[in-house]
Every structure is written in structure tokens, then in C-alpha cells.
């Protein structure tokens, strides 16, 4: 907008808040005032943007704003038409808001909304801020928002940047603070608990454009005429799932943790003009069915660093590849969280057979001989890591069949705790994961029975 049209918006605003009325709606017009004045209704939209509420009985909620002049409503309406016209279609506008929250008119939403967000913004913010705001909106420019997951099985003592606009947040030991860092969270002293001293992965992100023609057809996902990217262009068309997965499998492999998600949701803030879902919309929370939680370990910038590394590599693979190590990782990370030492065992055999063994018909042999060769730095050490995987074996054995694990196995004539040998199996698996995937990133295939006989019949493990 030229200087003139940012004037001519002004004056109507300022003519629209001296001729408001701010009433209740019909269905709480018996619990509440049925009219305020328009600083009362200011400061009950600033208590509830400041706090994020999800609280759909606020006042906020429940009020509604009316111009009187019904000629300044009228031109109000006729300003965002001719400014926003290439986005109208029937009277309508599609919003980013729609897309990012998954909740709201997939048909667009009336100018009306519009205009109603508008009017709260220069409510609560100022008319001067209104103005900036729609004029922002008539460009094909971005619609901020945020990623929001609480992570198990680690925790940081500070904030540590990972990737840029992506950062790990220590959350306090108090209750009392954990609104300031929970937007959108309906927090009850009871659940306030499971929050306390954990770690948010948070991630700044943009939809752009903000504003699109409403569409006439049901619109599938890849016909989205809108794009997410995370914040730093590290991630154009940012897909949150799939970071999610390969991000907690990275950081489970550097910190030697199982690193999962119990929680997630998105952060739209309520005092943007294209936010135009309903008050409380802003973020939606949707919780993951993770597996029973192991311990904790603390990250520094360290461990960070070696996540991001090992991200890098999960993102050079294929999807073949990408596919096949997709078992193996995620049946270690379930290893670390089980309690007891037969679901761990089950679950490490199957990430080992499903590295070592790509015919299941193979035998349990192949499969120790293959696994000591590939780790082994020497004969000495592979005859060594031949006896835990034969070992390993036998314990599997003996509880898919029912049978109870001792409290000591026997490695090399010598007794070793169970729950020692099976961190020493937990490792073993690690580090087989980690160099097999240095290896496909280069070479871009799963290893195959060729390139275990071929290891086996000379070829030095590298």
C-alpha cells in the first residue's frame, strides 16, 4: 500500500473503534455482561494472547465485536476487497492459519474474520500496528509459527541451538514457569508434573504465502497451494514427521539414549491478522503412543553436534536403504526403553539379524561371524565378539521358547552380570549401526550377502 491507502486505512480503523460495540453472544448472554466498553474487551485479549489460553469459556471467546456505522463497516470491507482482491474468490480468502492448524474453513474464511482480526489487533496493539500488519499481509511474504515436541530420554541443562531456527529448551524445575514456556498448553497442577525439568525441541518455521484464493475442489496434501520451510533454509519444504523421526534417531545413536517424542504441537500465535481460526485455535497438541521410557541422559553442545552429524548421514540415504535401517534403529532405541532384559534381548536380535542377515533363512552362525568381522579390529577381538553374539543368540533362544535368563552368562569362561552383557550388546549394535550407515551414505546400497561373503573370505574389516 502507498502512503494515501495506509492513511485512508487509518482513519477507518480509528472511526471503527470509536463506533464499536462489544457484546456477548447469544449463548452466554445470561452468564456474562452482555455489553463492555471497548478497554475492558482490550484487557481481556491481552490477558488471554499473553497467556495462550486454550480456555474456550475466556471472555475472550465469548465476546464479540460490532461496528455501529454500518457506511464504515461497509467501506472497511470494500478496502480489504480492493487490497486483497487476487485472494478473494466469492467473497472469501484461504488462509495459512487453515494449514498450519488443521483446523478451520477448508472453503476460506468470510472478510468479515478478517476484518474481525484486524479490529483486535488494533484493539489490543494499536492502530499504527493494524495498519503495518495489513499492509505486510498484501505481499506475498510469510506466515511465522512453530514446531513444538517434549522429548524423552534426554534432557539439557541449557538452551543449545542445533540446527538454525532449530533448539533444544531445558524446561524449569517449578511449575509456576511453565507457562512461559508452553504456548497453547492447558497445563493443570497435576499434569504440570510430567513436564517439569524435560526438554523441548522447538522449531522456527514459516508457511508462506499468507494469504491464497480459496480453492473450488477438495484439496489433496501435494496440491497445497501454500510451503512449509524451517526457519534458516536448512529444510525447504519441511516435513515435521520425518525430521522428528530422523532427528530422535540421530540424537538416541550420539547420546546412547532412547530419545522419543511424548508430545507435540504447533504454535500460532493469536495477534497475527491471517490467524483467523477460531479464539484457542492457535496450536493443537496430539500426543505419540512412545514405548515405556528408559533413562535419562544429559546432551551438551557435544552431543548435539554428533546428532547433527549423524543426521546428515540419515539423509544422504536412499529410500531403500533408508527403509531397511529404519528397523534396525528403531528396534535398538526399544531395546533402551524396555524394563525388562527379554524384551531387550528380543528386540537387539532382530536389529542384529535384520543387519547381518538379509536372507531370514541364514543361521544364527553366519550371523555371529558376520557381526564379529565387521567389528572386529583383528582376530584376537573378533573371536571375542564371536562369544557375545553366539551368546546373545542362546538368550533369545532360550526366551522365545520360555525359558528364564540367568542372572550371569558365561563369556570366555568367565561370569558376566546380564544387564551388563546386554549394555555390551546395546553398544555392539550402536556401533554396527553407525558404520553401516557411513558405509551405504557413500555407497548408496544396503551390504548383502556378497559383501558379508567377501568380508568373511579375507577382506580386512576397515
Not at 31 to 58: A, C, G, K, M, T
Amino acid at each position: 500500500m502507498n502512503d494515501v491507502r495506509k492513511q485512508e486505512l487509518r482513519q477507518l480503523l480509528n472511526e471503527a473503534i470509536e463506533n464499536l460495540e462489544i457484546r456477548i453472544d447469544s449463548a452466554n448472554r445470561h452468564q456474562l455482561p452482555p455489553i463492555i466498553d471497548v478497554n475492558e474487551y482490550r484487557s481481556i485479549l491481552q490477558q488471554y494472547w499473553i497467556f495462550h489460553s486454550i480456555n474456550f469459556l475466556s471472555p475472550a471467546t465469548r465476546y464479540e465485536s460490532h461496528i455501529v456505522n454500518t457506511t464504515t463497516k461497509s467501506k472497511l470491507l470494500d478496502f480489504i476487497r480492493e487490497e486483497f482482491t487476487s485472494f478473494i474468490h466469492e467473497d472469501k480468502i484461504q488462509s495459512a492459519s487453515f494449514f498450519i492448524v488443521g483446523i478451520g474453513s477448508p472453503g476460506g474464511y468470510t472478510l468479515d474474520s478478517l476484518l474481525d482480526q484486524l479490529l483486535k489487533i488494533a484493539i489490543v496493539h494499536g492502530i499504527g500496528r493494524a495498519v503495518a500488519d495489513f499492509d505486510k499481509c498484501t505481499k506475498n511474504t510469510y506466515a511465522p509459527f512453530q514446531y513444538f515436541a517434549l522429548l524423552e530420554g534426554i534432557r539439557v541443562e541449557a538452551e543449545i541451538q542445533g540446527f538454525e531456527g532449530v533448539r533444544l529448551v531445558p524446561l524449569p524445575l517449578s511449575t509456576s514457569e511453565l507457562s512461559n514456556y508452553l504456548p497453547v498448553m492447558a497445563i493443570t497442577q497435576m499434569a504440570a508434573h510430567s513436564f517439569l525439568g524435560k526438554t523441548l525441541l522447538i522449531i522456527d518455521a514459516f508457511m508462506s504465502p499468507i494469504f491464497h484464493k480459496p480453492s473450488l475442489k477438495q484439496l489433496q496434501r501435494d496440491d497445497i497451494p501454500f510451503q512449509i520451510e524451517a526457519i534458516g533454509g536448512k529444510f525447504p519444504k519441511f516435513k515435521a514427521d520425518d525430521f522428528y523421526e530422523k532427528f530422535c534417531q540421530a540424537m538416541s545413536l550420539a547420546c546412547n539414549s532412547a530419545v522419543q517424542i511424548s508430545l507435540k504441537w504447533l504454535f500460532l500465535a493469536e495477534d497475527e491478522l491471517f490467524n483467523l481460526n477460531a479464539p484457542g485455535q492457535g496450536g493443537i497438541t496430539r500426543s505419540y503412543d512412545a514405548d515405556p521410557f528408559g533413562s535419562f541422559t544429559t546432551a551438551g553442545k557435544a552431543q548435539i553436534d554428533e546428532a547433527k552429524r549423524l543426521y546428515e548421514l540419515l539423509e544422504k540415504l536412499n529410500s531403500d536403504v533408508r527403509k531397511k535401517l529404519d528397523i534396525v534403529i528403531n528396534r535398538w532405541i526399544k531395546s533402551k526403553t524396555y524394563q525388562n532384559f527379554q524384551d531387550k534381548i528380543i528386540d537387539l536380535v532382530i536389529a542384529f539379524e535384520a543387519l547381518y542377515l538379509p536372507d531370514a533363512h541364514e543361521s544364527t552362525f553366519k550371523f555371529a561371524v558376520r557381526a564379529s568381522w565387521h567389528l572386529g579390529k583383528d582376530q584376537e577381538d573378533r573371536t571375542k565378539l564371536f562369544e557375545v553374539f553366539k551368546e546373545l543368540y542362546k538368550c533369545r533362544s532360550k526366551v522365545v521358547h520360555g525359558g528364564e535368563l540367568k542372572e550371569n552368562v558365561i563369556i570366555e569362561g568367565e561370569p558376566v552380570p546380564i544387564n551388563k552383557f546386554i549394555t555390551r550388546a546395546q553398544d555392539l549394535c550402536r556401533d554396527s549401526i553407525e558404520k553401516i550407515m557411513k558405509q551405504c551414505s557413500t555407497e548408496r546400497k544396503f551390504p548383502k550377502n556378497d559383501y558379508w561373503d567377501s568380508l568373511i573370505l579375507g577382506e580386512e574389516s576397515s
